[in-house]
DNA sequence: CAATGATCCTGTCCGC
DNA sequence: TGCGGACAGGATCATT
């Protein structure tokens, strides 16, 4: 499941393969995966890939002409770079055509990802609000204190709510939970600010972490070369038996997720 | 307003 | 062998 290093990580390769490119087209063959504004200018394309960011799990490929490509891979989304693409392949629902007769494939079994084109000002229309950043200053224990005041959410779902912490999936929420040593049991407004100290220090060196070796990739996720991340060979919790000291792990569902824990080294 | 649940999807796995 | 059902989950929308 992409969530903040398998995004950075895609966005990366893709600049690198096709940074100054021209795009000659991009190319919808599932309905709903390519959305276009309603006021592009016409022609569309060619367009330059001109600029490379990334905000959460959203990335945003500045194009030529002050339009912008914002995409989402959901949970099985992939992008492939291809210098020799043919026909359409399996569970592909978009193609970016390059000049050269290259593409950037949009692979995603499961068809949640999208790919949205618009202007590059009106580009907070298309945008949900998301919060702050985790790799960025502003993610620090009194901002968590502040934006947790009150709520009796579980620390795990609020930890995933992108509007409060933006790029946070469910596997580097149970890493990183269980790293600090909290249970995501705990309401989040109970949270003292020792606690939250220790989740955000131990968010942003999980994520570092695995931003170092590309990601994790559990089922579906792959660079743009198509090679798999390394870092779920260092998950201590996540779709694991036992914890890193021997003791059993839970399984509990919340907010629809699965969520695992050490009930001993986590309170 | 906040919190929860359903929804969108399909490949994989399990039990019978 | 094959089938039905559960499961995986990010974000959005509807409901409580």
Redesign the pocket.
């Known amino acids: 499941?992409?969530?903040l290093p398998e995004v950075q990580t895609v966005l990366d390769g893709l600049s690198q393969a096709i940074r100054g490119r021209k795009i000659l087209d991009i190319e919808c063959y599932?309905?709903?995966t390519l959305r276009l504004a309603g006021n592009l200018p016409d022609p569309l394309y060619p367009r330059q890939a001109e600029s490379f960011r990334r905000r959460?799990?959203?990335m945003i490929i500045g194009l030529s002409g002050g339009l912008s490509l914002i995409i989402?891979?959901?949970?099985?989304g992939k992008l492939v770079y291809d210098p020799t693409p043919g026909e359409v392949l399996?569970?592909e629902r978009a193609r970016i055509k390059l000049e050269r007769d290259e593409a950037v494939h949009f692979i995603d079994?499961?068809?949640?990802g999208k790919l949205q084109l618009c202007r590059t000002d009106e580009l907070g229309q298309y945008?949900?609000?998301?919060g702050v950043e985790p790799l960025e200053p502003g993610f620090t224990a009194e901002y968590l204190r502040d934006a947790l005041s009150?709520?009796?959410?579980?620390i795990k779902?609020?930890l995933?709510?992108?509007r409060i912490v933006?790029?946070?999936?469910?596997?580097y929420?149970?890493e990183a939970l269980y790293r600090a040593g909290i249970s995501p049991l705990r309401?989040?407004?109970s949270l003292k600010l020792k606690e939250l100290k220790a989740i955000v220090k131990e968010s942003r060196l999980v994520l570092a972490e695995a931003l170092a070796v590309g990601g994790t990739s559990?089922?579906d996720y792959r660079r743009i070369d198509d090679k798999t991340g390394e870092f779920q060979h260092f998950l201590q919790v996540?779709?694991k038996q036992e914890c890193p000291k021997g003791h059993p792990l839970e399984?509990i569902?919340?907010?629809?997720?699965?969520?695992w824990w050490c009930p001993l080294c986590q309170k």
Do not use: W
């Open positions: 499941m992409p969530e599932y309905p709903g959460g799990k959203y989402h891979l959901r949970m099985t399996a569970h079994i499961r068809t949640f945008l949900p609000n998301l009150g709520k009796k959410a579980p779902n609020a995933l709510d992108q933006a790029g946070l999936g469910n596997i929420v149970c309401g989040s407004g559990i089922s996540y779709q399984n569902k919340q907010a629809g997720r699965g969520t």
